[in-house]
């Protein structure tokens, strides 16, 4: 995939496509044949400072940290963006998100993995 700016973190999405993290700028949604779907800046309007870790959650929606603003916001497929952490981050890096709703951040600063629970439709 060429022309990216900066790419940082990659995740698979459920469709079989990808979402990527590109430093200082944009979070981008590509299909299964590396076609550029969708910008998550340009479909919600949204602004990141230092977009990092990417995860997709069982119902589809995006999970973005972003290190700059050390915050985590949560991209439904329908809707507007919901920030699910405010506090607590100071280095959010890599991301994963498990089906019972779990979150596990990385964060390079404190060197630990922080674990929150978020709600997340049944499976």
């Known amino acids: 995939v060429p022309n990216l700016q900066g790419p940082r973190y990659v995740s ?3 469709s079989g496509g990808f979402v990527v993290s590109e430093e200082c700028g944009d979070v981008k949604v590509f299909m299964s044949s590396c076609k550029l779907l969708c910008s998550l800046s340009s479909k ?4 990141f400072g230092n977009p990092a870790g990417v995860c ?3 119902a589809g ?3 973005v940290a972003d290190e700059q603003r050390r915050t985590v916001h949560l991209f439904p497929e329908h809707g ?3 920030c699910l952490v405010s506090t607590g981050l100071r280095r959010p890096a890599g991301m ?4 019972s709703g779990h979150l596990f951040v990385a964060d390079i600063v404190e060197n630990c993995v922080k674990v ?3 709600c997340v439709r049944p499976p």
């Open 12 to 14: 698979p999405v459920p």
């Open 61 to 63: 929606s995006i999970l």
């Open 44 to 47: 919600y309007g949204h602004q």
């Open 116 to 118: 929150f629970k978020y």
């Open 96 to 99: 994963a998100c498990s089906s």
């Open 80 to 82: 507007a963006p919901i």
């Open 56 to 58: 997709v959650d069982t």
